[in-house]
């Protein structure tokens, strides 16, 4: 090897060893990013995920409330007029009824009547037909909700009518 050679080798490995100073460095922290955007990612899918589920709880808990009405009507009878007494609001059925919607355990949150500061009332509201038709209208807020939200609702309708 001649020593121009040598000088020419030491100087291209001089360059290279100082032209790849920090990449390692960089591809870390740029990895690192990566991944810490990955985290975040998941984090946020699963917090949506436990909001969907409790709202999906809460959309259940109002059609068993319904159709446990709904089952307690179809015991009453075929009556209209008693139906309409004792099922729509202020009849003994329906506050009975009430009582369990507002539940803790069992219930729906935020069902309440309007209050002196303009908030609509979460009350459910039973309407019976002159023709059997019966419509039940769950309403509930959650505690996420803000004031100005609309709340969740839930309707179901049925035909109640007596077979003679």
């Given at each position: 090897?001649n020593?121009?050679s040598m000088c020419?080798r030491?100087?291209?490995d001089?360059?290279t060893?100082n032209?790849?100073s920090g990449?390692a460095?960089l591809?870390?922290?740029?990895?690192?990013l990566?991944?810490s955007?990955?985290?975040l990612t998941?984090v946020?899918?699963q917090?949506?995920?436990?909001r969907?589920?409790?709202d999906?709880?809460?959309r259940?808990r109002?059609?068993?409330?319904?159709e446990?009405?709904?089952?307690?009507?179809?015991?009453?009878?075929?009556?209209?007029?008693?139906?309409?007494?004792?099922?729509?609001a202020?009849?003994?059925a329906?506050?009975?009824?009430?009582?369990?919607?507002?539940?803790?355990?069992t219930?729906?949150?935020?069902v309440?009547?309007?209050?002196?500061?303009?908030?609509?009332?979460?009350l459910?509201t039973?309407?019976?037909g002159?023709?059997g038709q019966?419509?039940?209208?769950l309403?509930?807020k959650?505690?996420?909700l803000?004031a100005?939200?609309p709340?969740r609702q839930?309707?179901v309708?049925?035909q109640i009518?007596?077979?003679?």
């Amino acid at each position: 090897m001649n020593i121009k050679s040598m000088c020419h080798r030491s100087t291209r490995d001089k360059f290279t060893r100082n032209g790849q100073s920090g990449v390692a460095l960089l591809e870390a922290l740029i990895a690192i990013l990566i991944f810490s955007l990955g985290i975040l990612t998941i984090v946020g899918i699963q917090a949506t995920s436990i909001r969907l589920t409790g709202d999906a709880q809460l959309r259940t808990r109002a059609s068993l409330l319904a159709e446990r009405l709904i089952a307690q009507m179809w015991v009453h009878g075929g009556n209209i007029a008693g139906l309409k007494t004792d099922f729509q609001a202020g009849g003994a059925a329906y506050t009975a009824w009430l009582a369990e919607v507002k539940g803790n355990d069992t219930g729906l949150p935020g069902v309440v009547a309007a209050d002196e500061e303009g908030a609509g009332s979460t009350l459910p509201t039973v309407t019976v037909g002159d023709d059997g038709q019966v419509v039940v209208t769950l309403f509930w807020k959650t505690p996420a909700l803000s004031a100005a939200d609309p709340a969740r609702q839930h309707i179901v309708t049925t035909q109640i009518v007596r077979n003679n």
